[in-house]
């Protein structure tokens, strides 16, 4: 359903590129986003985009990180830039009722959620 690429490691400073491809039973769906999870600490929002292209991100990461939809209207990018230590995190691609509700989205009480495998990006300093 959610397949995410593109971790990996890089220095401080750096850039990386995770993308998203949504397929199956909700291939179309509109609203995407990103999540990640370090060790110790709880999911957290990165990033969010809805039908008509409105984005959210998360305070730690304004200015930094920029959510797109690519050409293929399925696949969803974030590009990560001036990458710090603490970016270092497992990312998971988001569908569903808790990124809708991130971004203001009315979900149904037994709305689903649909999570990518995860994709680790580590960034060294």
């Known amino acids: 359903q959610l397949a995410e690429s593109g971790g990996g490691s890089v220095q401080a400073g750096g850039s990386l590129r995770l993308s998203c491809v949504v397929s199956g039973s909700i291939f179309g769906i509109s609203t995407v986003g990103w999540y990640r999870q370090a060790p110790g600490k709880q999911r957290e929002l990165v990033a969010g985009?809805?039908?008509?292209?409105?984005?959210i991100y998360g305070d730690s990461v304004k200015g930094r990180f920029t959510i797109s939809r690519a050409n293929a209207k399925n696949t969803v990018l974030l590009e990560m830039n001036s990458l710090k230590p603490e970016d270092t995190a497992v990312y998971y691609c988001?569908?569903?009722?808790?990124?809708?509700?991130?971004?203001?989205?009315?979900?149904?009480?037994?709305?689903?959620?649909?999570w990518g495998q995860g994709t680790q990006v580590t960034v060294s300093s």
């Open positions: 988001a569908a569903g009722a808790t990124i809708k509700r991130a971004m203001g989205e009315t979900t149904w009480p037994t709305e689903s959620d649909y």
């Open positions: 985009i809805k039908r008509g292209d409105t984005t």
